[in-house]
């Protein structure tokens, strides 16, 4: 499948669902949609179209976190990454495990770096972090001082003895 003929399918399908299309390069779309509509997407890129899922990776915007899947058509020589936002009031998305087990391992890392909860998620036990990581400090949000670690952790030590 042709970047072109992607482009048209999905604009077919989804249509005023999406909310934009950034063409970063000829080689290089951004999609941006409603969190909502994620599984429905990937189902489309993943599955009907039958991209690759390389990773996932999440951007902490100040007010908001970005969550980005990343896909690539070998063919078409493409790399599209559909772009979900989430108000930091409310850091839930689906989790797309059930769609592509390839996601499992991702979605703990941002998890447990960013604070986002992906529901539904078969297994959300720690991947990087300590066992004993404070709970709700996440260390690559903007909002991470290293400080709030050492705190955190003095309290912890002064509650055992």
Do not use: Q
């Amino acid at each position: 499948m042709t970047k072109d003929e992607l482009l048209k399918k999905t604009k077919e399908r989804f249509g005023d669902r999406i909310r934009n299309i950034f063409e970063k390069s000829y080689k290089r779309i951004y999609i941006d949609i409603d969190p909502k509509d994620l599984t429905d997407f990937v189902k489309f890129i993943f599955n009907e179209s039958e991209a690759r899922f390389n990773t996932a990776s999440c951007v902490d915007m100040l007010d908001s976190m970005e969550i980005l899947y990343h896909f690539s058509f070998a063919k078409a020589s493409l790399v599209v990454s559909l772009r979900a936002s989430l108000d930091k009031k409310s850091l839930v998305i689906e989790s797309l495990t059930s769609i592509m087990k390839g996601a499992e391992w991702i979605e703990r890392e941002i998890h447990e770096l960013f604070g986002v909860e992906f529901k539904n998620h078969p297994n959300m036990r720690k991947l990087l972090l300590p066992d004993d990581w404070p709970e709700g400090l996440y260390p690559l949000r903007r909002d991470y001082k290293e400080e709030d670690y050492e705190i955190r952790k003095a309290e912890k030590e002064e509650g055992k003895s």
